[in-house]
């Protein structure tokens, strides 16, 4: 089966690479970058690690852009191609690696250098980067939107653009209002509540670069790039009150409830060292005297933070009772100094037909989040989009 799959991806790399007018250069680095795949899953198969997953992962970015290099040198193009790890330096948490900031940023010449003449195009990979022993990483998701806002930073860029297969940041899925409006221009908090409460246009870690560089970050279509697409900056100019309907779909909501609660102290505290303990990722916390509730994302929270892990709750058990509900749908509607603000009620009618289990406002200044029935989640979009931007 291992043999079979390895020369599947010879057949696609050799299907391209022989249509290329010199392919004898390019046909020997993807020669041994498959043999090299091949050593790697012999030992996989032995004993497989995330270290060797990812490094067998990574040899797809390689490749592509071994060849793409290749052929826009053929083209005619000024191309130098660049090999990431050599610049995005991070820990060795293999599948979901953290990058190491301050020793990439040393790495700036590496990428300058190649700049040596006008008009030249440098072509690395996304995704990838290097631990301290010269090991392949990888990003996790958002990982090659991730590295251009980080190339961007090292080489202090004045500007980053990401083409995804949509035009910009809109003011709610066009899937479900197709009347909503494309975001010319989005400051960086904004876009960040966007990214965190569902917007997929782009991972709210892609543009954690680009806010400590201060480097615009422009979304653009790349099936369609004459269509436009959203600015995210610093600021904004005038800022609206209202920016955008973000939702996320697949949410539990798990309550635990205690008299131990009542006037006691570090109570709250035993609860969140259990949901770190088994790495449960929350969106959303309410609280009362005796009682605290908190959503989740039951397809993110699989396996070890699972609400259903019986480890997980049999600690939990031991502080309170213990209720768990699903099917729920996670509605923020992003804005700014909402807090503050004196139309809200025009927003919330929206909810007058729909029995909503939990409202957080006040952490944030940007967001107000509703937790509905999932079967009501579309049509209390529809109508908070129409109450605000129609």
């Given at each position: 089966r291992r043999k079979e799959i390895i020369e599947k991806i010879r057949?696609?790399?050799?299907?391209?690479?022989?249509?290329?007018?010199?392919?004898?250069?390019?046909?020997?680095?993807?020669?041994?970058?498959?043999?090299?795949?091949?050593?790697?899953?012999?030992?996989?198969?032995?004993?497989?690690?995330?270290?060797?997953?990812a490094a067998i992962v990574g040899h797809g970015e390689l490749m592509s852009t071994m060849i793409f290099t290749h052929l826009c040198k053929e083209q005619g193009a000024r191309a130098e191609y660049l090999d990431a790890r050599e610049v995005i330096k991070t820990n060795d948490n293999f599948s979901e690696a953290q990058v190491n900031i301050e020793r990439t940023l040393e790495n700036a010449d590496k990428v300058l250098s190649l700049f040596n003449e006008p008009d030249t195009k440098v072509i690395t990979q996304g995704f990838i980067g290097q631990e301290a022993d010269g090991k392949t990483t990888l990003l996790g998701r958002g990982g090659s939107d991730y590295s251009a806002a980080l190339f961007a930073e090292v080489i202090k860029a004045k500007a980053c653009h990401i083409w995804t297969d949509v035009s910009g940041i809109y003011t709610t899925d066009p899937r479900i209002v197709p009347s909503a409006k494309r975001i010319e221009t989005i400051s960086f908090k904004e876009a960040s509540e966007m990214a965190i409460f569902g917007a997929k246009v782009l991972h709210p870690a892609t543009i954690l670069p680009a806010v400590r560089a201060d480097i615009p970050v422009f979304i653009g279509n790349s099936k369609d790039p004459s269509s436009g697409g959203t600015w995210i900056t610093k600021t904004v100019d005038n800022p609206p009150t209202f920016r955008g309907v973000a939702f996320k779909r697949n949410q539990s909501i798990l309550t635990i409830s205690s008299l131990k609660m009542l006037g006691a102290s570090g109570f709250l505290a035993k609860i969140f060292s259990i949901f770190s303990k088994y790495n449960v990722v929350i969106d959303c916390v309410t609280t009362s005297e005796v009682a605290l509730a908190v959503t989740v994302d039951h397809k993110q929270n699989q396996g070890k933070s699972s609400l259903e892990n019986p480890e997980l709750l049999a600690e939990l058990h031991e502080l309170g009772s213990v209720k768990i509900e699903h099917d729920y749908s996670l509605i923020a509607l992003i804005g700014n100094q909402l807090s503050k603000t004196t139309g809200l009620h025009k927003a919330l009618q929206a909810l007058d037909n729909c029995s909503f289990r939990m409202v957080c406002q006040g952490a944030s200044d940007y967001n107000i989040c509703v937790l509905v029935p999932a079967e009501k989640a579309d049509s209390t979009i529809i109508q908070l989009h129409k109450n605000l931007f129609e």
């Open positions: 057949l696609i790399q050799f299907n391209i690479i022989n249509r290329l007018q010199f392919p004898e250069e390019i046909a020997k680095r993807i020669d041994s970058c498959l043999n090299h795949i091949t050593s790697l899953s012999e030992a996989a198969s032995l004993a497989t690690n995330e270290a060797l997953a």
